[in-house]
T-cell receptor, first 117, second 113 residues
Framework: DTAVSQTPKYLVTQMGNDKSIKCEQN?????MYWYKQDSKKFLKIMFS???????INETVPNRFSPKSPDKAHLNLHINSLELGDSAVYFC????????????????FGPGTRLTVL | DQQVKQNSPSLSVQEGRISILNCDYT??????FLWYKKYPAEGPTFLIS?????DKNEDGRFTVFLNKSAKHLSLHIVPSQPGDSAVYFC????????????FGAGTILRVKS
């Protein structure tokens, strides 16, 4: 009954490879996010999707391509992996509304630790 | 440029005493603030939040105080328990569509029994 799940939990790969990380939420939320936690431990937003529509793209290299097949899933595909891509990637979800400014907490998955060798 | 700063990398507190974690922000457009708690190898877990129209919000042992003029917020945990030992992240949002959260670097809290 995990709310936000990610697979895999660990991913070790060589430079230049292409890899994907999957995320699923069963909370019925309509907005999903990808965050990157780098070696300095900062959590920084990469992308946000609302109802399968991209709404935030934080100047992430175009080697990173999120895909949202439906509201419950947001996958992250990374092409031509580089050493600097090594980090922990967190998926999150929340429920947005359109009635003005609304604040909702985001629920995070357990993270995927990506190591590029 | 860090818009949300947690200047104390770590804090050590005796069980039963108060833990005070601090957070400063620079962006005056931020009007909603959250605290998350994170255990190793897990994702951040939402703890408590506060809107800029308030200066205090309580939830059990956790209280968040907001000083808008100083652009400062703090999380008080009373009494502290060993299970509170974790990394605490402060986050802020300007409430725009997309609900982007800007996080601080985190503070490691150790509660000693």
């Amino acid at each position: 009954d995990t709310a936000v799940s990610q697979t895999p939990k660990y991913l070790v790969t060589q430079m230049g490879n292409d890899k994907s990380i999957k995320c699923e939420q069963n909370l019925g939320h309509d907005t999903m996010y990808w965050y990157k936690q780098d070696s300095k431990k900062f959590l920084k937003i990469m992308f946000s999707y609302n109802n399968k529509e991209l709404i935030i793209n934080e100047t992430v290299p175009n080697r990173f391509s999120p895909k949202s097949p439906d509201k419950a899933h947001l996958n992250l595909h990374i092409n031509s992996l580089e050493l600097g891509d090594s980090a922990v990637y967190f998926c999150a979800s929340s429920q947005q509304t359109h009635s003005g400014r609304l604040y909702n907490e985001q629920f995070f998955g357990p993270g995927t630790r990506l190591t590029v060798l | 440029d860090q818009q949300v700063k947690q200047n104390s990398p770590s804090l050590s507190v005796q069980e039963g005493r108060i833990s005070i974690l601090n957070c400063d922000y620079t962006n005056s457009m931020f009007d909603y603030f959250l605290w998350y708690k994170k255990y190793p190898a897990e994702g951040p877990t939402f703890l408590i939040s506060i809107s800029s129209i308030k200066d205090k919000n309580e939830d059990g042992r956790f209280t968040v105080f907001l000083n808008k003029s100083a652009k400062h917020l703090s999380l008080h945990i009373v009494p502290s328990q060993p299970g509170d030992s974790a990394v605490y992240f402060c986050a802020a949002s300007d409430g725009e569509y997309g609900n982007k959260l800007v996080f601080g670097a985190g503070t490691i809290l150790r509660v000693k029994s």
